[in-house]
């Protein structure tokens, strides 16, 4: 199986935001293969979001100070699902809601970190989102939060249910 090459130079040169691309590029990954990114410098920040989502990397800088990364899915397989919750069905109803929907990035993790601060251990809060906020997992992870989460059936709308952990 060949590598899936996503060169997003041209997009950084112009002054363009490669993430979204990046994502889409993941999302039509067959089982098994590999990401092949050609970007202008080493994308530390996308190494956590790629991980979460179980790949491994291998970054190399290129001779006109490009880089190139390899994602390569951890088991060799399909990457894996981001979440982190233990039966969620059980959890109680959402006591808190937020439409980040129509919000840009950082807002929606500003805001639902927030507002995590305000909650007592073991509410849930339910937030939709315009995108699948990869940079939030991580700070929720780290906080003691558990959440679930999915696109909506038109893939249009990503919902988020996050269960909220004990004050550290």
Known sequence: MTDHELDVRPLLLNGGEPFGAIMAAV???????????????????????MAAKGYTHEATPLENGD???IFTPG???SPA???????????????H????SELDPPEPMVRILAMLETMSEGEVLFALLGREPLFL???LQARGHAWAGDFDEAGEAYRLMIRAGAKS
Do not use: H, I
């Not at 092949?36 to 994308?43: H, R, Y």
């Not at 699902?81 to 006591?95: F, G, I, N, Y």
């Open 27 to 49: 999302n039509q990954l067959q089982a098994g293969q590999r990401l092949k990114l050609l970007v202008t410098f080493k994308p530390e920040p996308l190494f956590n979001v």
């Open 67 to 69: 880089w190139m990364v």
């Open 75 to 77: 088991d060799g397989g």
């Open 81 to 95: 699902v981001v979440s982190k919750a233990d039966a969620p069905e059980t959890w109680p109803d959402p006591a």
């Open 97 to 100: 809601y937020l439409d980040c």
């Open 137 to 139: 997992f991580p700070e």
